[in-house]
């Protein structure tokens, strides 16, 4: 099945640097790539995500990448706020059969004003 | 709109017992899914259900299980509780196929002492 892994665990910034998270992949087939954000003691949140079809996306100070060759997809968040401090989850899944979600382990940020 | 809801919010059981737990969808979603986040290891996928048939099963074993009803409604069901069953217990809700965006209830914390 597919195997998510994601990097860093802990990622500790100053507001207004730029944040970068990496996750990579094992199933060539997956094709969807989705990012929550779960702030604490809150629900996991959809905040981006992006296709097999596309390289890029950008949505305001959020960007996700994907290379698909190499099997790996990046969350880029630029001009970091305090808000942003939460655990993002990148995950992936591919449109056959009944496949589902895999989720990588969370990378907490913390940004500090 | 409601989004997903969840109940109870807290469970606190022995070892041995056995937990039932409910979540209920947005209107409209016929899938329901479910998820242990236990600290420090992301969001393990538990169960599937569509249309009140179950389509994908994680890497839980057999005492997990649950079903889906009529009003797309679904509830797990753990038996023979384990003290490493303590988690957050999260139901998400989408619309058929797993390539659209899941939406999360605010999770049932299961204790088992």
């Known amino acids: 099945g597919e195997n998510v892994e994601q990097h860093p665990s802990t990622l500790s910034v100053q507001e207004g640097d730029s944040a970068v998270i990496k996750c990579t992949y094992s199933d060539s087939a997956s094709n969807y790539f989705p990012w929550y954000k779960q702030e604490l003691g809150k629900r996991p949140q959809l905040i981006i995500d992006i296709r097999s079809n596309v390289g890029e996306k950008k949505d305001q100070r959020i960007a996700v990448t994907l290379n698909k060759t190499a099997k790996h997809f990046s969350l880029h968040i630029t001009e970091t706020q305090p808000e942003d401090s939460a655990v993002y989850f990148c995950?992936?899944?591919?449109?056959?059969?009944?496949?589902?979600?895999?989720f990588g382990k969370g990378t907490m940020l913390l940004v500090s004003p | 709109e409601a989004g997903v809801t969840q109940s109870p919010t807290h469970l606190i059981k022995t070892r041995g017992q056995q937990a039932t737990l409910r979540c209920s969808p947005i209107?409209?979603?016929?899938?329901v899914y479910w998820y242990q986040q236990a600290l420090g290891l992301g969001l393990q996928f538990l169960l599937w259900y569509d249309e009140g048939e179950e389509r994908n099963r994680g890497n839980f074993p057999p005492r997990f299980s649950g079903r889906q009803f009529p009003n797309y409604s679904s509830e797990l069901n753990v038996n023979a509780l384990e003290l490493e069953d303590s988690a957050l217990y999260l139901c998400a809700s989408s619309g058929t196929g797993s390539h659209n965006e899941q939406f999360f209830g605010p999770g049932t914390r299961l204790t088992v002492l």
């Open positions: 995950a992936a899944s591919k449109d056959s059969g009944y496949s589902t979600l895999t």
């Open positions: 209107s409209g979603h016929t899938s």
